[in-house]
């Protein structure tokens, strides 16, 4: 805490009260908890727990809330944010070594120094509902994170002095604001042993049902122009230096495939520690995160180290939602594993009507897809929406109107296995 003024503190504390004062203030769901005897479907129904515009992780009564109110909605599976601006969101031994910071420190202060993903676990599965920590910003971090500016040498580069990238928030997702973030190099030894060392602390020191990586599990294009990426391109390429052109179709490649061998050792090593432990991946379209991030999530898929696939599909125009859908990518990933589409339920600049999310739900459900997951919960049915939290409220009702079971994990010839 004493990196942070007095002033800061108390700003950031009245931002998280006013958001959470909007979403909270909600009537008891206690009536949608007589709901009994109906019949159990099979279908992920998750929603995403940010602290970005968001202060339900912020007020220590504001996690039990969600997680009473998602349940009693028939909810089953919640993808709570645990890496995000070069903090963590839980008591991490990695982090602190690293970084001088155990968590998030107004996280940590706001509740007192308690775990807050101890916390989470401890309402969430006793309701049954599924847990899959979320690694939010994967490689991305803030340009003046204490990260950033105690390890320069983990960050990539582009070229003339090219050191950060333009990043649609999530919370300005559609709305053209941007942000400036850095980027750690995911071909960096020590940043891959710093990343592995998170992820597997939370798998080993929870008890997590997987984690989840997302569309910052990459590198932005114009990025690898940094010392140690340019020596090791050269090592391998005869003396040559890459590319100028960052789009050159080799110099993606090579820079993609290193990305996917550190995938491929995530999958693996997690896999030592908890066999049962799902690695969940929600990307952006293969075509997209491929070009733009060198994500080649299709491989991965391909080559058996996604358990989960969570597509964001974040599209206003239902025609376009819908093309989406049908990527020979998505159907693929059908075959192998669940896949659920990730739905927008708004933003705090740009709602979306719960009209639109009931058709797209519709959509999804039409072509057989595994579930649905919504970003994010504030905005399910808090006061940020264009309709009543009670209209809204309505609407999930009917449309989760029996509890619902996650599908369990299909072999080799397409069988679902057994637990």
Known sequence: MNRLTKHWIIYLIALEFILCITVFSLPSFSFYSQLKN?????????????????GVLFVPWGIDRAINQLSALHFNTIYPVVWNRGNTFYKSNVAKNIIGEEAEPVLNFMHGGQDV????????????????????????????????????????????????????????VNNGAVSKQAWLNPLHPEVQEFILGLILEVVSNYNVDGIQLDDHFGMPVQFGYDRFTVQLYKQEHQGKSPPSNPFNQEWMRWRADKITAFMSRIYRSIKEIEPNAKLSLSPNAQAFAYKYYLQDWETWVKNGWVDELVLQVYRHNNNSFRTELQQSAVKLAQTKIPVVIGISTGTLRNPVR?????????MVRDRSFSGISFFYWESLWGYIAPETPHKRRKVFQELFNTKAIRPLPVDESGSRLRL
Do not use: C
């Not at 159990?40 to 129904?45: F, L, M, N, S």
């Open 38 to 54: 109906q019949q159990i479907v099979t279908e992920i129904r998750g929603v995403w727990l940010t602290n970005v515009a968001s």
């Open 117 to 172: 993903l101890t916390k989470i676990i401890k309402l969430a599965k006793p309701k049954g509902i599924t847990v899959i920590p979320w690694f939010e910003y994967g490689f991305m971090t803030p340009p003046n994170s204490q990260l950033a500016k105690l390890y320069p040498s983990w960050l990539t580069i582009g070229q003339e002095g090219l050191k950060s990238v333009k990043e649609v928030l999530p919370e300005e």
């Open 354 to 362: 719960i009209s639109q999310i009931k058709e797209q739900i519709d």
